[in-house]
């Protein structure tokens, strides 16, 4: 069993920062891809970013430059350090990832829970 946990979300004001940390526990033997979602209120699921086992990431249009996406693998951590906050970006943030529990080269997607970001204007 695989678990996510999210955490550091909050109530910020406009042009504030935040940073989300997400941990993964349980039975997990490698991480592959690790990424952060954003659903507002009325509107769908989107990416925010993401970032490769390598180190590779990649961004959302919206949030490029503002947002920097990082991991630690000894701690299977990823983390969303979020500058320059806007309105917009009000959304319950998840944090997502490829696991694999075993030596099969197998992976499949978690989810975390969620956590809100407010950015009041």
């Known amino acids: 069993q695989v678990r996510l946990v999210e955490s550091g979300g909050g109530l910020v004001e406009a042009g504030g920062s935040l940073r989300l940390s997400c941990a993964a526990s349980g039975t997990i033997v490698d991480i592959n891809m690790m990424g952060w979602h954003r659903q507002a209120p009325g509107k769908q699921r989107e990416l925010v970013a993401y970032i490769t086992s390598g180190g590779s990431t990649d961004y959302a249009v919206s949030v490029n430059g503002r947002f920097t996406i990082s991991r630690d693998n000894d701690k299977n951590t990823v983390y969303l350090q979020m500058n320059s906050l806007k309105p917009e970006d009000t959304a319950v943030y998840y944090c997502?990832?490829?696991?694999?529990?075993?030596?099969?080269?197998?992976?499949?997607?978690?989810w975390g829970q969620g956590t809100q970001v407010t950015v009041s204007s």
């Open positions: 997502n990832a490829e696991v694999s529990p075993f030596y099969d080269g197998n992976y499949t997607p978690y």
